[in-house]
């Protein structure tokens, strides 16, 4: 499944900084998982592979899992949707989603998608919205719409969005980056 978490992390002695956190968790049956995930840690990406862990399941549908000495909570919603948290002392929510099986490729990112700023003032970015479609060309496609955007300094309705992506062949995973060329969103690279 794919899980995604956003929130608050500890960041050496000072105060919590915005932390969001998406990867793909893939579990054993028998207690056993590895998690490869992308983050940003202490506002610095960071990218992991395969880091393993542990996990148990109570007959309630509260799941523990352990990766890496975090420990997360999860609260099965069916056998592959879940809510989660961290439990230790970051401050990070989310959720975790089927994943359909299959390779992935920039063809499978074909279409039209919106998206939005999820938690601007936390992040740091500008409220947004807007329509994006994605062309599905091989090797780099193109991501190019319009957003809404309000800042200190306007609104600016209907701006231009132009963004370029790739969806790496292997693994595959879904995982893919998206370089940013105008308009609002996060500083390019990101994940």
């Known amino acids: 499944m794919v899980i995604y978490l956003t929130g608050l992390s500890l960041c050496g002695s000072g105060p919590g900084v915005p932390k969001a956190v998406a990867g793909l968790l893939t579990t054993d049956g028998s ?24 996990y148990s399941v109570a007959g309630n549908g509260r799941t523990s899992l352990n990766i890496g ?3 997360l ?5 069916n056998s592959n949707r879940v809510i ?16 359909s099986g299959g390779s992935f490729a920039n063809g499978t990112l074909k279409g039209p998608y919106s998206g939005y700023a999820s938690s601007p003032v936390a992040f ?3 409220v947004f919205s807007g329509e994006f479609t994605a062309d599905g060309i091989t090797p780099t496609g193109k991501f190019t719409g319009s957003e809404d955007i309000s800042s200190s300094n306007g609104t600016n309705a209907s701006a231009g969005f132009n963004a370029t992506y790739s969806i790496s062949a292997s693994p595959t995973n879904g995982r893919g980056t998206m370089t940013i060329s105008s308009g609002s969103g996060a500083p390019p690279p990101c994940t």
């Open 73 to 77: 909570i999860a609260y099965l919603v």
């Open 124 to 126: 740091g970015v500008n």
């Open 31 to 54: 207690g056993g998982l590895s998690f490869t995930y992308d983050e940003n840690y202490c506002h610095a990406p960071n990218s992991v592979t395969g880091a393993a862990g542990t």
């Open 69 to 71: 000495g975090y420990n």
């Open 84 to 99: 989660l948290f961290v439990s230790d002392s970051n401050v990070l929510f989310g959720y975790g989603e089927p994943q």
